[in-house]
T-cell receptor, first 109, second 113 residues
Framework: DAKTTQPPSMDCAEGRAANLPCNHSTISGNEYVYWYRQIHSQGPQYIIHGLKNNETNEMASLIITEDRKSSTLILPHATLRDTAVYYCAIIQGAQKLVFGQGTRLTINP | ETGVTQSPTHLIKTRGQQVTLRCSSQSGHNTVSWYQQALGQGPQFIFQYYREEENGRGNFPPRFSGLQFPNYSSELNVNALELDDSALYLC????????????FGPGTRLTVT
């Protein structure tokens, strides 16, 4: 299985950009990178996904390196409500999402 | 648009018992995937159902089984419960075709004593 590696925890000041890294060095050419976040053991909330190009939506931006071995999720103006566990995942075979251990992001006032 | 729903929210069972968890997919979605999330871990893929057939399975024993119904809702059944089965069970729905976005329900918290 393609594996994702994330730092266990990060802190960010409210109003600043939060940059969450993820390594996925064994990713295959047709596998998408997904980001989810999870608050208080609720169901994971979809944030964004990408294949090769950088992506942006109303929640975040996703930067994928040219060799696709790593990516960074950017929350441009973090708020206290962005405190959560953020998961980077790879989807394999159109079926299963393979999640890493996640990064616990704490936004400080 | 109705999101993914799961029932029950919480459940307590005794070791050796059987349990059935239920999931209703998001409207317009025909594929359902189930995940197990132990405390402090990322979700682990159990299996996926499409057109009422199992369409891929993770590293879980046969006592984990499922069903999908014509309305795309799904059940997860676990027989002979073990203490390690205590976890948050998540259902996710999606459509076929890339990029295979999966949307998760709120989960069912199962405690086995």
């Amino acid at each position: 299985d393609a594996k994702t590696t994330q730092p266990p925890s990060m802190d960010c000041a409210e109003g600043r950009a939060a940059n969450l890294p993820c390594n996925h060095s064994t990713i295959s050419g047709n596998e998408y990178v997904y980001w989810y976040r999870q608050i208080h053991s609720q169901g994971p909330q979809y944030i964004i996904h990408g294949l090769k190009n950088n992506e942006t939506n109303e929640m975040a931006s996703l930067i994928i390196t040219e060799d696709r071995k790593s990516s960074t999720l950017i929350l441009p103006h973090a708020t206290l409500r962005d405190t959560a566990v953020y998961y980077c995942a790879i989807i394999q075979g159109a079926q299963k999402l393979v999640f890493g251990q996640g990064t616990r992001l704490t936004i400080n006032p | 648009e109705t999101g993914v729903t799961q029932s029950p929210t919480h459940l307590i069972k005794t070791r050796g018992q059987q349990v059935t968890l239920r999931c209703s997919s998001q409207s317009g979605h025909n594929t359902v995937s189930w995940y197990q999330q132990a405390l402090g871990q990322g979700p682990q893929f159990i299996f996926q159902y499409y057109r009422e057939e199992e369409n891929g399975r993770g590293n879980f024993p046969p006592r984990f089984s499922g069903l999908q119904f014509p309305n795309y809702s799904s059940e997860l059944n676990v027989n002979a419960l073990e203490l390690d089965d205590s976890a948050l069970y998540l259902c996710a729905s999606s459509t076929t075709g890339a990029p295979y976005e999966q949307y998760f329900g709120p989960g069912t918290r199962l405690t086995v004593t």
